[in-house]
């Protein structure tokens, strides 16, 4: 009698505890899942001199989207896009310093860029996760009082490290926060103020929250 209390007290208990330990692991993924998402990003850019004589700061938001395509096993692909637009003036350098001209100059960056990396899919609602890329970033900077040639509409390649957390706040909602580093020779360092610093990458080091959809 006693074996037989002992073994029903021992399923009453095991019954609650295991229900607790299905109810926390989150359900299966899908074998892939497609996850839009925005983002805001704000970015120290490598060109200090540059930025800080054009338009008072190197660090600037930028605003974008994209989707993630992301795989039962860990692997994820991600496509993005974001722009920055901001008027500021022009500026030279001159021993060491810059002086701003009081000449209105718009600048536009549009990055495009392609993600590949993996998920670390250690804890089920914290997800590390890191990838490299390659993004196509496209500037425009004009000016109401520029002489020809002196506008600029270019774009060039550039690559990107990208490592961060995802936090699954429901089933299908996360958000991520992460750092982004990019390098984009081959736009700035030709002429103006980025040619008198002698900067001529237009990456830099980024701060990024993402709201993704989908699990």
Known sequence: MKTTITLLVSLALA???AAQTRAARPA??????????VMAIGEDFAAKNTFDATFGQSFEPFWGGGVQIALRDGIYVELSASRF???GQRAFRFNGQNFGLGIPLTATLTPFELTGGYRFKIWPRII???GVGYGSYGYKETSGFADTGENVDTRHGGFLLAGGV?????RFVGV????QYTHVPGILGSGGISKDANENDLGGVAARVKVIIGR
């Open 28 to 37: 299966d993924a899908p074998a892939v899942s497609f996850r839009p998402f």
């Open 176 to 179: 991520a926060v992460d750092a």
């Open 166 to 170: 995802e936090l699954r706040a429901h």
């Open 128 to 130: 590390p996760y890191a």
């Open 15 to 17: 019954a609650p505890l």
């Open 85 to 87: 637009k901001k008027t």
